[in-house]
């Protein structure tokens, strides 16, 4: 499996404060997504990125907003987290947008 | 907006062959067809992947018919630990720029 790792793998906060959760790869892959995961809706894309400092907004993206200053390095940051964003965020990468995906381990976010 | 559609659940046992199918109508011209395994608590894990008529590797098989509407994983004499979630993805147009799109998983459960 590509080197994917989600730092922090759980983090419990309060509402209102900010959130980064960070992805960090091994593989040069090109291709940075950011996923969450809810009960009865599968893996909703919520920005993804497509090379340094391209980004783009998935289906889910109210809330959050992404930086990609390194190849390796994708933040995904919740301004002022609500509980609506407790969710698991899934990292993945891949070398193309066609291309299998390569997730993380996740990080379960809980938002009080 | 164009999704795919797969059964929710499915049950089976030991030493069977599984099929679940997967409905995609919107595909596009140049996508393939991708399927995931997902156990708890970890991240989506690659099975196969494929274009057209039918792939096979070491764990699974994936049948695609002519117009690629639709396609079904195939797994040969499950055994327990086949038990996890499983995700159809396919490329599907939306708006100005391609997006993956993740079905909402089958749960497969696999009896002794």
């Known amino acids: 499996d590509a080197g994917i790792t989600q730092s922090p793998r759980h983090k419990v906060t309060e509402t209102g404060t900010p959130v980064t959760l960070r992805c960090h790869q091994t593989e040069n892959h090109r291709y940075m997504y950011w996923y969450r995961q809810d009960p009865g809706h599968g893996l909703r894309l919520i920005h993804y990125?497509?090379?340094?400092?391209?980004?783009d907004k998935g289906e889910v993206s109210d809330g959050y907003s992404v930086s990609r200053s390194k190849t390796e390095d994708f933040l995904l940051t919740l301004e002022s987290a609500t509980s609506s964003q407790t969710s698991v965020y899934f990292c993945?990468?891949?070398?193309?947008?066609?291309?299998?995906?390569?997730f993380g381990s996740g990080t379960q976010l809980s938002v009080l | 907006l164009a999704k795919t559609t797969q059964p929710i659940s499915m049950d089976s046992y030991e030493g069977q062959e599984v099929n679940i199918t997967c409905s995609h109508n919107?595909?596009?011209?140049?996508?393939?067809i991708t399927w995931y395994q997902q156990f708890p608590s970890q991240g989506p894990r690659f099975i196969i992947q494929?274009?057209?008529?039918?792939v096979t590797n070491e764990v699974a098989s994936l049948f695609i018919p002519a117009d690629r509407k639709s396609s079904t994983l195939s797994l040969p004499r499950v055994s327990l630990s086949d038990t996890a979630v499983y995700y159809c993805?396919?490329?599907?147009?939306?708006?100005?720029?391609?997006?993956?799109?993740w079905g909402a998983g089958t749960k497969l459960i696999i009896k002794p």
């Open positions: 494929g274009y057209k008529t039918k």
């Open positions: 990125s497509y090379g340094v400092k391209d980004t």
């Open positions: 919107n595909i596009a011209t140049n996508d393939y």
């Open positions: 993945a990468t891949g070398r193309d947008w066609r291309e299998k995906l390569f």
């Open positions: 993805l396919v490329g599907v147009p939306m708006y100005s720029n391609y997006q993956l799109i």
